[in-house]
């Protein structure tokens, strides 16, 4: 099949799929005496999947290694390029979500206020900017590494760990499931939690930032789905959960990734929907010597003026010396 007659057929140009060509994503043979390329069912195949995941948004390099997957049959890694690309995409999302709120905002402005003020335009755009820029989301922990050995890890009540189970049957407690009810766990790990939440008959979904954590979860908990995310762009259309739940992983943002990550939790759960959160905290206010080093652990008092400030009642409990849990319902 020559080039026109497959650009027709699948509904691109000739010079796109010369691109392609040009990026070493198909490789068709050509015909000795004038070089004329001819496609074959492959190299159609080839061009349709690679149509399929740049309508997916996928990058040609990241094409190019989805390819060798493909081919290799390893659907493991392939799955992994599609989970990261659809990451991508919600954060996208939630950026042009953010730009169209602060782009309302000023038309109000301008439609409100005579003359123009622009050093309010300027600082409501520099604010979405500074918004977009905390949610980029870099792994500093390299969870993958650990994901093997994570379960021995915290049966081994170091001080990160301490009362690890303890503190996880206290949270299915106060959650309290209703058979049925759907609930998200954010960085959900080797899925602990979410297991025993699915022993007490709730329907559980898990994130996690770390695809070998995730390939864990889905041995050990089958039927539970799982997708790759954080909490900055949690994988997940508004209003689709009864409660969010999160255990030894809120700490690991900054302080102000934690007010987007309460943002987020607020935007996938249901009107009346519940957050609890199990995690190292300060029980005053002082701070680590280096919070850059991963372990920023949130004053209690910070969050629970921020659940106050949202419109939630909170209860809250300290279970050793730095792990607390709070549980936060909102008022109406």
Known sequence: MKIKE???KLKISARTIRFYEEKGLIDPSKQENNQYRDFNEKDIWRLQTIISLREAGMTVGDIKKALKEIEGQDIEELQYYLELQRSVMFSKWLEIKQIIETTDYMIHIVKNQKPLPLDDIYELAEGSKRLREQRVWRDKWNFDRLASIHDQRVLNDSLEYK????ALDLTVKWLSPTPGEKGLDIGTGTGNLAGKLIEQGANMAGVDQSKEMLKQCQ?????METKLGNF????YLDGKFDFVVSS??????????????????????????RICITDLMLANEQKPDDPDNGQ???????????????GYITKHQRINELLHIVYAVPIR
């Open 296 to 310: 920023n652990y949130t004053p209690l008092g910070d969050l629970l003026n921020l659940f106050e400030k949202i």
């Open 6 to 8: 497959i650009a027709d």
């Open 163 to 166: 009362n690890y189970e303890e």
């Open 232 to 235: 900055l762009a949690i994988p």
């Open 219 to 223: 041995k050990k908990l089958p039927d």
């Open 248 to 273: 030894f992983a809120f700490h690991h943002l900054t302080e102000e990734q934690k007010i987007l990550g309460i943002e987020e939790m607020r935007r996938v759960l249901k009107p009346h929907g």
